[in-house]
C-alpha cells in the first residue's frame, strides 16, 4: 500500500470532502486541491487574513491513475494548456488569442481520464507569469524560471469519486492567521520582486517567445520543450 500524507488549507475542518464541490475555474478544474507541505497548507488556509486549518489526510495511491504533469513527457505548455481551459483568462485580440488557441489545440492532455493530478499551483502571481507568456511579453525561458518563484511547490488535486474514497482524514491543525498570513504575503511579495527584477534583464538572442513557437509550428514531440 502506497501512502502519502497530504495537506488542505482552509478556513474550515474538514473531515469528510465532498466530491464535486468547488470551484470550476481552479487551475484544474473541479477538485480537491492539497499540497504536502504542512506549512504551505497553512499559508493558504490564512490567506484571507483570518485563522484556519491545514488539514491533514493520507491518501492510499494504490490504484489512482495519476498525472505527472512535472515529469516528462509532459512539459510546462501541456500545464498551461489545462490552465486556460479552466481558469478564467480574458485574452486581448491578436497575438494573445491566437497564442491562446494554438497552446489548447496543440498541447492539451486528455485530464478527465486521471484520478489525480500532480502539477504547478498557479496562485495569482503565477496566473499572471502565464498571461505574459501569452502576451509575448515572456520568453519560454523565463516561464519556466518564474514558476519556481515564491518556491510554493507542486498541488496534488484529487478529481475523481475513486480518489476522494481513497482519502482518509487525519486531523485539523489549527494556523494562526498572526503568523501565516504575513508568510503567505510576504512569499508573495518576494516572488513579484523576484519575477521583476528577472524581467528587467536585456533579452537574449535566442530566447523563444509564444509567437516563435506558433510561426514554427511547434508541437509535443518538440525538443526544446523537455
Not at 486549518?53 to 498525472?67: C, I, S, T, W
Not at 516528462?72 to 481558469?87: E, S
Not at 518563484?149 to 476522494?164: C, M, N, P, Y
Request: aromatic share 12%; hydrophobic share 40%.
Amino acid at each position: 500500500m502506497k501512502i502519502k500524507t497530504i495537506y488542505h488549507g482552509s478556513i474550515n475542518a474538514i473531515p469528510k470532502p465532498v466530491f464535486g464541490a468547488g470551484k470550476k475555474h481552479n487551475d484544474y478544474g473541479v477538485g480537491f486541491y492539497c499540497t504536502e507541505s504542512e506549512q504551505m497548507a497553512k499559508e493558504w488556509a490564512c490567506a484571507s487574513d483570518a485563522d484556519g486549518f491545514a488539514n491533514r489526510y493520507e491518501l492510499d495511491m494504490d490504484g489512482l491513475k495519476v498525472l505527472y504533469l512535472n515529469q516528462q513527457p509532459y512539459h510546462i505548455l501541456n500545464w498551461l494548456a489545462i490552465l486556460l481551459v479552466n481558469r478564467k483568462f480574458v485574452v486581448a485580440d491578436g497575438i494573445p488569442q491566437r497564442a491562446k488557441d494554438y497552446i489548447i489545440q496543440h498541447f492539451m492532455v486528455d485530464y478527465a481520464q486521471y484520478d489525480v493530478i500532480i502539477g504547478y499551483r498557479a496562485d495569482d502571481s503565477y496566473f499572471s507569469y502565464a498571461g505574459d507568456f501569452v502576451n509575448n511579453t515572456l520568453s519560454l525561458h523565463n516561464l519556466r524560471q518564474a514558476m519556481s518563484l515564491g518556491h510554493l511547490g507542486e498541488q496534488i488535486v484529487l478529481k475523481s469519486k475513486r480518489a476522494f474514497d481513497a482519502l482518509r482524514f487525519i486531523e485539523a491543525l489549527p494556523a494562526d492567521k498572526e503568523t501565516y498570513f504575513q508568510n503567505y504575503v510576504s512569499r508573495d511579495a518576494q516572488a513579484r520582486d523576484q519575477y521583476r527584477a528577472m524581467t528587467a534583464q536585456p533579452m537574449a538572442e535566442n530566447e523563444i517567445y509564444v509567437l516563435d513557437i506558433i510561426r514554427n509550428n511547434w508541437t509535443n514531440d518538440e525538443p526544446r520543450l523537455q
